[in-house]
């Protein structure tokens, strides 16, 4: 069969299609991560991203900007990992390029790859050639130089698909540590599972959806409207949040965001060429809406006063909550574990969410937690190097403000919270525990999850393995030898002080007998043992 355009109806069905073909395939791709320990989770990552742009394409009208602008939207929201990041990215970058277009023929869909492509390699400070980055340019360049020669759509995205496959077998080639691990890049297969299901739905062939498990939604509220939550009511330049929605006809949306940006801050302005919502704080509503009239038509006007506003808001904080509760600056931590959460929490952590190696929280669950903490600025400490980005998005979702201290472990996020100042402002704060995670090395103890060769080490599926800052150092038997094995590799110098974090599947007695044998090995250092309670790792320590 040949297919020249896809509307709105078949660009759902096509975008189901894909996902469900990646879903089905999750456990591949989380098989297919390079380092041999148990947090082989893009395929997961992936699958929670991509299902989170189907519910929010699905709730469109079968209008094809509708779709990509609700699935980007659902995508960033539902985010997970760096995986799930880029995959947001796509989504945007897509919807960006292609943007009006009623139906999607070759050029369009050649136009959104490589809008999708640039958008996420923006989204990655330092880009890696033989990531999903790779497969995704790739598959843009090949279908720029398909679209003058090729007329049908099936063989146009076939051959789009024959490229990129071809792409990720030589991805080994561009990632030595794909190539000593044996395999391709992980993300870059979970792109490759959704084409295939697109291509499939594209020749008409079923593909079943599962129905996925719902996510607690954001409270119900317009996704675009920033959080008006500012108690610095000192700090307020422009006092009234002015909200409308204009229509008319060849509305330029950049125009007017040149037009209005110096009368007021916090300015979104979204939609079309002929429907344009307006979201602004300014001092004179009138002189906005003034100008708005003369493009088109006026409605959903909604004008709020955030002096007062904040004023009612903060006399309600203070007589729900003590005057300790609002703090000028909030913390939010990602931890497994209940012992390593009590931790977090006994060094000033407001919110600590559950999560790590295999449990990614997504962008939303960040965004939760941040809009639970009575500041009016967060500090988010992600603690693992796979939710760093994640964490990164959240300001964009937020008018207060919030940064990101990258640190990539647990002891990472110890060693910033101890170099935490509450008097400090967000930058300065953000600055010192940065720096402080520096002056740690990471330590980790746990098992392969399947053979493989690393560093000259041969391992052996089940083996206990040891990884000193993410990189497998040794291997045993035993997780306590493995443990002191690894705490040989790490003493630098004049380290003196060595914190020990034991698991949920280590015992009290084992990790007391481990505590005297590093005090006995190392009768310089002082050694710390606490319980962490975290799974799949049977010992984390950090060395100073």
């Known amino acids: 069969m040949s297919l020249d355009l896809i509307d709105g109806p078949k660009l759902k069905k096509i975008i189901a299609a894909g996902v469900e073909t990646l879903v089905g395939h999750k456990d591949e791709v989380d098989a297919l991560n390079v380092f041999p320990v148990p947090d082989g989770d893009t395929g997961t990552n992936m699958s929670l991203t991509f299902q989170a742009a189907l519910r929010e394409a699905d709730k469109a009208k079968d209008v094809v900007p509708e779709i990509l602008e609700r699935a980007a939207q659902g995508a960033l929201m539902g985010a997970r990992g760096n995986s799930g990041v880029i995959v947001s990215q796509f989504f945007r970058g897509f919807a960006r390029a292609v943007g009006k277009a009623e139906k999607l023929g070759i050029a369009e869909i050649a136009k959104g790859i490589v809008g999708a492509a640039n958008t996420a390699y923006q989204a990655v400070r330092k880009p890696v050639e033989g990531t999903i980055l790779t497969v995704v340019r790739e598959a843009g360049e090949k279908a720029q130089k398909l679209q003058e020669k090729e007329k049908d759509l099936i063989r146009f995205t076939e ?279 520096s002056t740690v090395i990471t330590g980790e103890v746990t098992f392969a999850v399947r053979t493989s060769t690393y560093n000259g080490l041969e391992i052996q599926e089940g083996d206990i393995i040891g990884l000193k800052e993410g990189d497998i150092t040794c291997k045993g038997k035993d997780a306590s030898a493995v443990l002191l094995d690894l705490l040989t590799h790490c003493m630098e110098g004049e380290d003196s002080f060595i914190t020990i974090y034991y698991g949920h599947d280590v015992n009290e007695k084992e990790a007391e007998g481990v505590l005297e044998k590093a005090q006995s090995l190392f009768p310089d250092a002082e050694v710390e043992l606490y319980y962490g309670g975290q799974p799949l790792y049977y010992y984390l320590f950090s060395v100073e």
């Open 159 to 437: 051959q789009v698909y024959e490229h990129v496959d071809q792409v990720l077998a030589k991805t080994p080639e561009m990632l030595p540590t794909l190539k000593q691990a044996g395999v391709v890049d992980a993300g870059g297969q979970g792109m490759l599972f959704f084409f295939a299901g697109v291509i499939a739905a594209l020749k008409g062939e079923e593909v079943s959806v599962k129905k996925t498990d719902p996510v607690t939604p954001v409270e119900k509220k317009d996704i675009f409207a920033p959080v008006e939550d500012d108690f610095d009511l000192e700090n307020i330049t422009f006092q009234y949040c002015t909200e409308f929605i204009v229509r008319g006809e060849n509305l330029a949306l950049e125009t007017i965001k040149d037009d209005l940006s110096p009368h007021g801050d916090s300015m979104l302005v979204v939609g079309d060429e002929k429907t344009v919502k307006i979201h602004i704080h300014t001092n004179n509503p009138g002189l906005i809406l003034d100008y708005a009239v003369h493009l088109g038509e006026l409605s959903e006007i909604d004008i709020n006063n955030m002096v007062e506003q904040s004023q009612q808001r903060l006399e309600k904080l203070r007589r729900d909550q003590p005057p300790e509760a609002v703090k000028e600056i909030g913390l939010v931590a990602v931890a497994s574990g209940e012992g390593l959460q009590n931790i977090f929490r006994s060094l000033g952590v407001d919110e600590v969410i559950a999560g790590g190696q295999t449990m990614n929280p997504s962008t939303e669950d960040l965004y939760q937690a941040a809009m639970k903490v009575a500041a009016k600025q967060v500090l988010i400490l992600p603690n693992n190097g796979n939710i760093v980005m994640t964490a990164g998005q959240v300001g964009e979702l937020t008018d207060i403000p919030v940064a990101v201290i990258p640190s990539k472990s647990i002891p990472q996020g110890v060693a910033a919270l101890m170099a935490f100042t509450p008097e400090e402002s967000l930058v300065n704060n953000q600055e010192a525990m940065t720096r402080a995670i």
